[in-house]
């Protein structure tokens, strides 16, 4: 390093503070997203963006980190463009293309264009920029089996078709291999037809299929938007189907992405994002913030659990009698619940309480003592404790504490499983020092909560 260039980062200080803290930050969701796989999908109006391929340096990034990366693209404007060069044009009906014969074959041109267009930017790696040499195999194929979508509504769809089956065999060995999987809006029947397919209905039907952990929509506009223009940040799949329902107007591919992410959650994929595709680095900003920059669509994991009442006193004492009785909770008088009732969570089931934990903020430290966790014998191995720790842990988030103590003398695998690390009783609010029961030697554990 020239002396020229040490004077020149010795100047920036700040900027080095604020890339560590950020890279600290990030660092717990690099290490959670390893191996998991997550399903994109953009447009063609992205494909023919000059800032394109910053976006490619954005997926060949989460190749590299590990990521399992399955990339759906649209054609739409390249099939227009194709259909107006020829002077003719299609119809569309409830948002799907009526594919007839000139029609598909402008489909099949454009999507064979767009899809070489994005295996040759993946597999130069992008030069001049950080991921220049980097070797990326890209992997496509005809992995999506389709079918006619026939008529509908007295509507002849021609060639348009829907997913029949996804060949999830073949692209787990894809993705074994490391490679990004490549899906085009195409489909193949056993006879050897070839159908126009929506990119939504690939990505819902492959993400299903592949049990994917996320998929994320780079979508064209700003997103979802409130009625004051303001950014919806999370959305419930139910609350996603009340919000489509309603007579609120909305965007045609948002309205799409929402039926989408409705069937998605539905079916076992528990995250579904909508970015605005033209922010600038979105997909690493989402998945390595706290806050994120689009709207986060999850399935109602937390059905059944809620704030605890005073109803709710001889259940809570019912479930943790037994755990008490063999040591592993600290024994709590109906009088001492009845007063802190409302640090308690319950998930119940048929008005039975089956589970409970209680939360004990200590605000000026920023902390909270996870206390009282129990669920019924009769409902373990659900992973209901897993969901009552999230949800307990999103609540202490809005509440700004931004660690969680828990003090244990025969559940420690549990928490150390879950992210807690072991940690020294003095690390403990000096109040809950204070209180610290020496005979019975509890082992402290702490955990940094990161979104």
Known sequence: MTASNKKSVAHKPHSDKHFVSWFRDAAPYINAFRGRTFVVVFGGEAVQDKKFSGLIHDFALLNSLGIRLVLVHGSHPQVEARLKAQASKTTFHQGLRITDDTALACVKEAVGTVRVEIEALLSMGLAHSPMAGAHIRVASGNVVTARPLGVHEGVDYLHTGEVRRIDAEAIHHQLDQNAVVLLSPLGYSPTGEVFNLSAEDVATSTAIALHAHKVIYLAEGPGLRDARKRLTREL????????????????????????????????????????????????????????????????????????????????????????????????????????????????????????????????????????????????????????????VEKNAMQLGIRQLFVLSTKTSHWFLERGFKKADIKTLPMKRQALYNYRRNSKMFIKTLTG
């Open 236 to 391: 419930t799949f139910s609350a996603a189907q009340q919000l489509l329902d309603s007579r609120r107007r909305l965007p045609d591919n948002i309205r799409r992405i929402l039926r989408s992410a409705i069937n998605l959650c539905l079916n076992g994929i528990p995250r579904v994002h909508i970015l605005d595709r033209q922010i600038d680095g979105a997909l690493l900003q989402e998945l390595f913030t706290r806050d994120g920059v689009g709207t986060l669509i999850s399935a109602d994991a937390y059905e059944g659990t809620r704030q605890a009442g005073i109803d709710d006193v001889g259940g809570i004492l019912e479930l943790i009698s037994p755990l008490e009785q063999a040591d592993i909770l600290v024994r709590r008088s109906r009088e001492r619940i009845e007063m802190e009732i409302d640090r308690f969570t319950i998930v119940e089931r048929d008005g039975m309480v089956i589970a409970c934990v209680a939360l004990n903020p200590f605000s000026e430290n920023k902390m909270a003592e996870l206390t009282c966790l129990a669920v019924h014998p009769d409902y373990r191995g659900a992973a209901r404790g897993n969901t009552l720790l999230q949800f």
